[in-house]
């Protein structure tokens, strides 16, 4: 009977533990099989978090403290789980048909896949400062490795060098920081430090706040810790970018907002301070420094630090609502993400991807169906309605005022209208400029991703309800 109910306390454990036997399945039979069957290896790695994903919706419903107070699974790390999951898949998917074609197939890269969305899961759920901390590792040494997964390209390696060594000093501030609130508040717990912090802070807990923070903005590329960002996009393998742009940063997200508003509720508005600096700063420099970029993953890497800045305007409002958006804006920021990162897959041209914005010119007379789909994704990235993305940031922005931070959601309207500009002249180049010469066909892995994000995003206005409706109660099981 004791067996049955242990096994039944580890129930909302489930999708943990599937992924990682799941990742020491794949790795023993990438060991074992010939190279020419990593690609079903990869694939199968695909398949793995779809289930996983699945068997999110066999976890009980309801509040879940395990392992002493450091891991909780409520309906916020549901919601999130679930998106990163799809993120992790869609990345992947898109994958499997450059790994082919760049002779890139092997099978540690699923498995890479696989451990760093393991990271992504525990810290989704972490509730103390220790399980963040193996979380935050472990979906990053993946995320090192796979950065530099072209081992014969100098731009891969240096990515991942760069990567590395910056995470690797984020990641000793994150550090610093959590021993501060420790050394502050007498305990690693969320609830603890909630406690310790009812009656204000002391000036030591704010510096240990400040380095926790550097870590989190770092994770989410937010400026002033962004300086890895357009390197890194450039010159990682470009499915390796997509997955950068799509899961850690929606993982980095949920734990930034879980610390902030269980942890310090406090103090809010010491927090409140930084994110709202951190957001207003993110916006500007994503709106400005896109302008003059020429190669579309630089681009889409300052495009990414903007979009966080737009998502932490919700979290600067520290409200139900304003965490209702966030949820919102990350989905939403996904399926643009792994849409547009399809089409920039499929830029191929006498067998090798190009990554200059000027080879999109005429695209709308080569790949008619490419082009509107690319031009819904970008209208949508840029906040036209009735598209998705304008949801999104009605959200924040709605929640940024009930809140009373009205020059916050003046700056993020009038950032996002200057940032209009270098998603319309795409646009404006695929439609009205001569044609360069056509893309190879798309594979059909990516036509795939495509279709269903471009539907995602021109359909969103007319059925909002399901993704509104368990945003809000995952908003609420925070509060």
Not at 181 to 198: C, D, E, H, L, P
């Amino acid at each position: 009977m004791s067996e049955f109910a242990t096994m039944q306390g580890l129930l909302p454990l489930l999708p943990e533990i599937v992924l990682a036997l799941g990742a020491m399945v794949v790795l023993m039979l990438g060991v074992n099989i010939r190279a020419s069957k990593s690609a079903a290896v990869n694939g199968l790695s695909a398949a793995l978090l779809v289930i996983v994903a699945g068997l999110l919706l066999l976890v009980p419903e309801g509040h879940h403290v395990l392992f002493g107070g450091s891991f909780v699974v409520d309906d916020y790390a549901r919601f999130l789980k679930f998106l990163t999951l799809i993120g992790s898949a869609g990345a992947l998917v898109i994958s499997l048909d450059y790994l082919t074609l760049a002779h890139q197939q092997k099978f540690e890269y699923g498995a890479l896949f696989l451990l760093s969305t393991l990271g992504m899961l525990m810290l989704i759920s972490a509730s103390d400062l220790i399980a963040l901390y193996l979380g935050l590792e472990l979906m990053s040494l993946s995320l090192y490795v796979v950065a530099a997964f072209d081992r014969d390209s100098a731009r891969s390696t240096e990515a991942g060098l760069k990567y590395f060594v910056l995470g690797a000093l984020s990641s000793g501030m994150l550090l610093y920081g959590a021993s501060l609130i420790y050394g502050f508040s007498g305990t690693v717990s969320f609830a603890g430090i909630a406690k310790a912090t009812q009656a204000g802070a002391s000036i030591g807990l704010v510096f240990g706040l400040v380095f926790l923070f550097v870590g989190f903005c770092f994770k989410i590329s937010a400026v002033p810790f962004h300086m890895w960002t357009p390197d890194v996009y450039e010159g990682a393998p470009t499915p390796v970018t997509a997955f950068f742009a799509a899961a850690p940063k929606v993982a980095a997200i949920a734990v930034f907002v879980r610390a902030t508003v269980v942890a310090f509720p406090g103090i809010t508005h010491e927090w409140q301070q930084i994110v709202v600096f951190v957001s207003i700063l993110s916006m500007a420099l994503g709106s400005f420094a896109a302008i003059g970029q020429r190669n579309i993953k630089r681009l889409m890497a300052y495009s990414s630090i903007g979009h966080m800045g737009f998502a932490l305007v919700g979290l600067a409002a520290g409200t139900p609502e304003g965490v209702q958006g966030v949820l919102i804006y990350m989905c939403i920021y996904v399926a643009m993400t792994l849409g547009t990162f399809a089409v920039i897959l499929s830029m191929r041209r006498d067998g090798r991807l190009v990554e200059t914005i000027a080879d999109l010119a005429g695209l709308s007379r080569t790949q008619p169906t490419t082009a509107f789909l690319l031009g819904i994704l970008l209208f949508s990235l840029a906040g036209l309605p009735p598209l998705a993305g304008f949801f999104a940031k009605f959200y924040v922005f709605l929640a940024a005022i009930k809140a009373g931070l009205y020059p916050l959601a003046v700056i993020g309207v009038v950032t996002s209208v200057i940032g209009a500009y270098y998603y319309l002249a795409i646009v404006k180049l695929m439609y009205f400029d001569e044609p360069a010469p056509a893309f190879a066909p798309m594979p059909l892995s990516l036509g795939f991703v495509l279709g269903i994000s471009g539907l995602v995003n021109a359909l969103f206005f007319a059925y909002p309800a399901p993704l509104l409706d368990a945003a809000t109660v995952a908003a609420r099981s925070l509060f």
